[in-house]
């Protein structure tokens, strides 16, 4: 069965704080990925496109390693705001759609 | 900012009954989508659809589930009798570029359905 994987957490860091966040996918033809935020009871928003170069934006850093089949997110600085579940999400060719499957979520509290 | 709505915002409905969960996607979109997530569980995709009929669906969208776009403008998706475990938030999405592995989906705030 194709599964992503995630530590569910919650971690609960101070302002401040760098934190990071793992996840693993089973299916090694996936082909693209992303990290995506949910605040609670609301809908996922795209943080970020995970690509096999890594990419950084801002406070944020992701890390692609397909050999090992894992994203990592950093987040460096953690604000008040960055409290929310993590969603790892990564998509897999099927005819000729992209099927995502998403991670449970890691959640993150940032507290004063 | 253009965002993608959905009516209505909770849905309150008696088992075995049909409901129809609307979403307006972003008006020049092409792709629109369909996801569902149970209280406490993970986004779960139901379905994909691009120029009037499904592209890909998954084994949820079994056949108490359909989707139509009536108009230029809405896209729905229909539960023909509904079960206890419907039970669930359902995001609607929708991306612009021709599906590419990278093509961002904007999602809708959510409908929560309560089946009783």
């Known amino acids: 069965r194709k599964e992503v994987e995630q530590d569910p957490g919650p971690f609960n860091v101070p302002e401040g704080a760098t934190v990071a966040f793992n996840c693993t996918y089973s299916n090694s033809a996936s082909q693209s990925f992303f990290w995506y935020r949910q605040d609670c009871r609301k809908e996922p928003k795209l943080l970020m496109s995970?690509?096999?170069s890594g990419n950084e934006d801002g406070r944020f850093t992701a890390q692609l390693n397909r050999a090992s089949q894992y994203i990592s997110l950093l987040i460096r600085d953690s604000k008040l705001s960055d409290s929310a579940t993590y969603l790892c999400?990564?998509?897999?060719?099927?005819?000729?759609?992209?099927?995502?499957?998403f991670g449970r979520g890691t959640s993150l509290i940032v507290h004063p | 900012e253009p965002e993608v709505t959905q009516t209505p915002s909770h849905q309150v409905t008696q088992m075995g009954q049909e409901v129809i969960l609307r979403c307006v996607p972003i008006?020049?979109?092409?792709?629109f989508y369909w996801y569902r997530q149970i209280l406490g569980q993970k986004v779960e995709f139901l379905v994909s659809?691009?120029?009037?009929?499904?592209?890909?669906k998954s084994e949820i969208f079994d056949d108490q589930f359909s989707v139509e776009r009536p108009d230029g403008s809405n896209f729905t998706l229909k539960i023909r009798s509904t079960k206890l475990e419907d039970s669930a938030m359902y995001f609607c999405a929708s991306s612009g570029r021709l599906a590419d592995n990278y093509n961002e989906q904007f999602f809708g705030p959510g409908t929560r359905l309560t089946v009783l």
């Open positions: 995970v690509y096999s």
């Open positions: 659809f691009y120029n009037n009929e499904i592209s890909e």
């Open positions: 999400v990564v998509r897999t060719a099927s005819g000729g759609s992209y099927i995502p499957t």
């Open positions: 008006s020049n979109h092409l792709y």
